[in-house]
Structures are given as structure tokens and as C-alpha cells.
């Protein structure tokens, strides 16, 4: 179960969902994959939550000390150690990492990764929000895919900072790393998700063809219902024109996508979900078998609720888009 003691809004919503259908704190805890005292402590002031401020012995920073730590955390992956050293502080680092999880304005959290965004892509991304704004049981029909790359050694970019809420998030460039590990691919929808398919080798257009006629043709229409849309990217695979006929032949609808937008996919929260279980603890790995069932284990995990969830975020989506004017959101 992670250590984490801050709720994501993704969770916080799953909570208030899940406590509105009358589960207990225990099963809630329980489908979230998170402790029993986090769950209580949320549910017991949501409004409150995240704001209170512990008590304790006296402050043993100054607030001219206070003032120094946060103006160089600000927006840094700076160490705890290093700010000690440099502002000649007469503590310990875990105590300058205490007054910087005390700050109102700084957040510890992972630096994620994004691809490039000019303005015409931004200019797509704000139009294509626009086109979707009034859709709502129309997402109920899509079945969202992708593929994810799992490291033996944990994820791809797996680097923290101090990120000041004040400022706009900074991102890592991606790298290939990690040790070696496994490409996958799945898919779901309002009612359910596709078995997970581990890829071997290079992916290219016939061989994505194959992938998707023997795990997604027999069961669009059970997870997305009757009239169902296909969502993919635009990897160069996917759009291939000998692809583009294959879908007509089969008569699947395939949803126009805006380049560069893995924040409006909902499949890129479950991958997020599907590693947290999967890299629980700092967990590595010492073999690509070993990494694989602790896939496929976690992924069993992985429930239609939670696909709900964030199927329903859709509208929520595009209004972040909307309101950023075509940049990235917080999804």
C-alpha cells in the first residue's frame, strides 16, 4: 500500500464517489489501494483537508531562514542537504524538509514528463476542446487506448522536486532507462477494459493490426456498447493508410485525435494508476518475468469504477484546455 500522505484529486473524487454509495472507510481503503487513516482523515473535513498545520516543539529555523529555504526550493529539485550547506543552517536536512512539506506554497511531486507544444498544436488542442464541449454521454462510447512502456527498474523519468503552486509546473525531458523492461498495450471503456498485451519487438503497422484484431474487435462492443469509437494517438503507426482501410473494412469509428495530448487521454491516468501499484514501495525488479506478473496482477486491480471515474473527468478536461488556451493541463 503507498506511503504517500497526500490524496491526489483523482482519489479524493473516488472517495467521495465511493462514500456516497454507503462503503465503509475500510472498503474504501481497500479499492483505493491506500491506508484506512488517510481515507478517515480526508473524509473526516474534505474542506480542511491538506490545510492543517501540525504542532510541535519550537520552530528552530528563523523566518529569515524559512524565507531563504523556500526562495531556493522554489521550483528546484534542490536537496535538503545542499540547502543546509549553502545557507550555513545549524539543523538537520530533515528538518529544512520539514519546513518545506509546512509551506503552503510548495508541493514535493514527481516531474513529468511532456512532449513539445507550439501554437499550432496548441491552436488544434483548443479547437478540438471546443468542438467537444458539449458531449456527455458520447464519451460513454469510447473505447481509449495506449501503450506503456514498464522499467525493471521503475519508471521512465522518475524524478521529483519542490513545486511552488504558485508557478506553472516544470517537466523533465524523457529518456530511454531503467534497465530494460516491457512494452504494453490495453484499452477500456464505460464498461470494462481489454486483457493486457505485452509486445514483443518493434511495433509496426501490420504487426498493430493484429494486435487489435485479436484484442479489440470482439470486444469493442462490450466495453464501449453498440455505437462504439475507437480512440488511438497519432503515432505514425496508428495512421497508416493501410491501417486507416482496415478500420473501414471492419466498420470501427476512430476518433479524430490533437496531436501532442496525452493529458486529454484517461488511459494515461489509469497507466499512472496501474504504476503506482506496480512500483509500490520502490519496488524494482530483477527479471522481465518477474516484472510481468506483477504487471498482470496489478492490473487485475484495476476496476471498472475507476475507468468511470475518469471517463466522467472528460468534460472537465476540455474546460482546463479551453481556460489554458490550448496549453497543458494539470491531467
Not at 495506449?146 to 506553472?168: A, I, M, Q, T, V
Not at 494486435?211 to 503515432?235: C, E, K, M, R, T
Request: with cysteine; proline share 4%.
Amino acid at each position: 500500500m503507498p506511503h504517500g500522505t497526500h490524496l491526489d484529486s483523482n482519489e479524493k473524487c473516488l472517495i467521495d464517489y465511493l462514500k456516497s454509495k454507503n462503503l465503509s472507510n475500510r472498503k474504501i481503503a481497500d479499492e483505493i489501494n491506500r491506508s484506512k487513516t488517510l481515507v478517515g482523515n480526508y473524509l473526516k473535513d474534505r474542506s480542511k483537508y491538506g490545510s492543517n498545520k501540525r504542532s510541535g516543539r519550537k520552530q528552530k529555523l528563523t523566518p529569515r531562514n524559512l524565507r531563504s529555504i523556500k526562495k531556493l526550493s522554489s521550483n528546484s529539485s534542490i536537496s535538503a542537504s545542499t540547502l543546509v550547506h549553502s545557507l550555513g543552517l545549524q539543523v538537520s536536512p530533515r528538518t529544512v524538509n520539514r519546513a518545506r512539506s509546512a509551506c503552503p506554497t510548495l508541493e514535493y511531486q514527481k516531474m513529468r514528463s511532456t512532449p513539445p507544444l507550439d501554437s499550432v498544436r496548441k491552436a488544434k488542442r483548443l479547437q478540438w476542446a471546443k468542438e467537444h464541449m458539449t458531449w456527455n454521454l458520447e464519451w460513454q462510447k469510447i473505447v481509449w487506448s495506449d501503450e506503456k512502456k514498464f522499467n525493471l527498474d521503475g519508471p521512465d523519468g522518475y524524478s521529483y522536486y519542490w513545486h511552488d503552486l504558485r508557478k506553472e509546473k516544470i517537466f523533465s525531458t524523457r529518456r530511454n532507462m531503467g534497465g530494460g523492461g516491457l512494452m504494453v498495450w490495453a484499452s477500456f471503456g464505460q464498461h470494462g477494459k481489454s486483457d493486457l498485451v505485452f509486445i514483443e519487438g518493434k511495433m509496426n503497422a501490420a504487426k498493430y493490426r493484429k494486435l487489435l484484431q485479436q484484442h479489440l474487435v470482439h470486444i469493442g462492443q462490450i466495453i464501449g456498447g453498440p455505437d462504439w469509437v475507437f480512440q488511438q494517438d497519432n503515432a505514425p503507426i496508428h495512421r497508416a493508410n493501410v491501417n486507416h482501410r482496415w478500420f473501414e473494412t471492419k466498420g470501427i469509428a476512430v476518433m479524430e485525435w490533437p496531436s501532442y495530448s496525452p493529458d486529454l487521454n484517461p488511459m494515461e491516468n489509469i497507466w499512472a494508476a496501474l504504476s503506482r501499484r506496480v512500483y509500490s514501495e520502490g519496488k524494482q525488479y530483477n527479471s522481465k518475468k518477474e516484472l510481468k506478473l506483477a504487471i498482470l496482477r496489478c492490473w487485475s486491480e484495476i476496476s471498472i469504477l475507476e475507468c468511470t471515474i475518469l471517463i466522467k473527468s472528460m468534460p472537465n478536461r476540455l474546460f482546463e484546455v479551453i481556460k489554458v488556451k490550448g496549453a497543458k493541463t494539470k491531467y
